[in-house]
Structure formats: structure tokens, C-alpha cells
T-cell receptor, first 115, second 115 residues
Framework: AQSVTQLDSHVSVSEGTPVLLRCNYSSSYSPSLFWYVQHPNKGLQLLLKYTSAATLVKGINGFEAEFKKSETSFHLTKPSAHMSDAAEYFCVVMNYGGSQGNLIFGKGTKLSVKP | NAGVTQTPKFQVLKTGQSMTLQCAQDMNHEYMSWYRQDPGMGLRLIHYSVGAGITDQGEVPNGYNVSRSTTEDFPLRLLSAAPSQTSVYFC??????????????FGPGTRLLVL
């Protein structure tokens, strides 16, 4: 069975400082992993995805994530936060084994950026 | 190319009323799904469809009904609205259900308030 755990429900950073949003996954298969972003009152937008190619994945808006099989982690990082990064971020794993749809979502991490 | 569209954007219902949330995509995607989003819960799958004429239940199907008569449309029906169905509803589509790294495209959401 697949699952994802987002380790922080809320992260607060100052503008210009690094961002780290943590995600651990569990998967019986070689996983496909995603990060989605949701700005206030908006839909979800794909930031980046891992599909067993390079372990360091670069996404939009300067975000990147590193797949670490030994740690079963897929943490999202950005070197320097911008005010526009304030949003909710979801770590997602593709559900290959089950019958209930194709994606399993973490509960989300709300990122606040202070000026 | 409009992507995934949802109507209405916002709806207020009284307990016991019924309504249909509309979802359409113009990308010829086979897989479509409905999620509800509640604070601190991430996105939970309500129903999904792997093609026209084929639907199945997700994690939280009670009180909802779906059909898929065409590839493009996937309406969600609330049979008798209850306050517990107050939520934000997202429709999503992808080319196929479980392709490696298959990207899911989300609609802008429908905010539903049940009084």
C-alpha cells in the first residue's frame, strides 16, 4: 500500500531564507511522487514530479525536491523564499496497487512567508 | 484549450436540497475524479472514472453520485445535501489512471456551503 506523511502542518519562514517542506512516503512499488501547490482560493498546480529518473528534481518557481530511497523521503526545498510562495503544499504519491483512484495526498503544509 | 472547468464557483444549499456540480475537460483524458478538500484533511477522493461508462467509489462516496456518459463530462450529484458536505470540491483529469508520473490536472474548485 502507498501513503504519504507531511511532517509539518505549518511552516513559517522569512522572505529570502530557505524553505524546507518535509514529506515521507511509503510504497510497495517504485514510486511516482509529486508536489502540488495551492494558492489561496485557487486550484492545485503541479510544482514537480519524480518518476525514477534523476533523484534531484527541479520544478517551477525555483523549487526542487530530492528523492531519497534510503530515507523514504521526498522533501521540497527552495533556496530563498519569496512572498508569493505563501501557499499550501501537498505531497502526493501515485497509487499503483489499490483500487481507490490514482493519487494519495498528504494532509498539506501551509507555508507562511514573513516580510 | 480550457483544461478542466467547473461550475458553479460557489453555491449555497439548504439541508435536503439536491444539486449537480459540473466538470468538463477538453484534453480527451480518460481518467477523471472528484475530490473534496476540508481543512487539515488534504484532498479525499469521492468518485473516479477510468473512461466513459465506468465509475467507481473513492474514499468518501456516501451522499454523492456520479455518471460518465461522455469522455468530456463528469458531473457530481449531491442527492440530499447535509451540512457535513460543506467543503471545496475539485474535479481532476489525467490522460490515463496510473501512467508513470501521470500528471493530474485540476479544476478551479467549487465552494459549497450547506445550511
Amino acid at each position: 500500500a502507498q501513503s504519504v506523511t507531511q511532517l509539518d502542518s505549518h511552516v513559517s519562514v522569512s522572505e529570502g531564507t530557505p524553505v524546507l517542506l518535509r514529506c515521507n512516503y511509503s510504497s510497495s512499488y517504485s514510486p511516482s511522487l509529486f508536489w502540488y501547490v495551492q494558492h489561496p482560493n485557487k486550484g492545485l498546480q503541479l510544482l514537480l514530479k519524480y518518476t525514477s529518473a534523476a533523484t534531484l528534481v527541479k520544478g517551477i518557481n525555483g523549487f526542487e525536491a530530492e528523492f531519497k530511497k534510503s530515507e523514504t523521503s521526498f522533501h521540497l526545498t527552495k533556496p530563498s523564499a519569496h512572498m508569493s510562495d505563501a501557499a499550501e503544499y501537498f505531497c502526493v504519491v501515485m497509487n499503483y496497487g489499490g483500487s481507490q483512484g490514482n493519487l494519495i495526498f498528504g494532509k498539506g503544509t501551509k507555508l507562511s512567508v514573513k516580510p | 484549450n480550457a483544461g478542466v472547468t467547473q461550475t458553479p464557483k460557489f453555491q449555497v444549499l439548504k439541508t435536503g436540497q439536491s444539486m449537480t456540480l459540473q466538470c468538463a475537460q477538453d484534453m480527451n483524458h480518460e481518467y477523471m475524479s472528484w475530490y473534496r478538500q476540508d481543512p487539515g484533511m488534504g484532498l479525499r477522493l469521492i468518485h473516479y472514472s477510468v473512461g466513459a461508462g465506468i465509475t467507481d467509489q473513492g474514499e468518501v462516496p456516501n451522499g454523492y453520485n456520479v455518471s460518465r456518459s461522455t469522455t468530456e463530462d463528469f458531473p457530481l450529484r449531491l442527492l440530499s445535501a447535509a451540512p457535513s458536505q460543506t467543503s471545496v470540491y475539485f474535479c481532476a483529469s489525467s490522460r490515463e489512471a496510473r501512467g508513470v508520473g501521470e500528471t493530474q490536472y485540476f479544476g478551479p474548485g467549487t465552494r459549497l456551503l450547506v445550511l
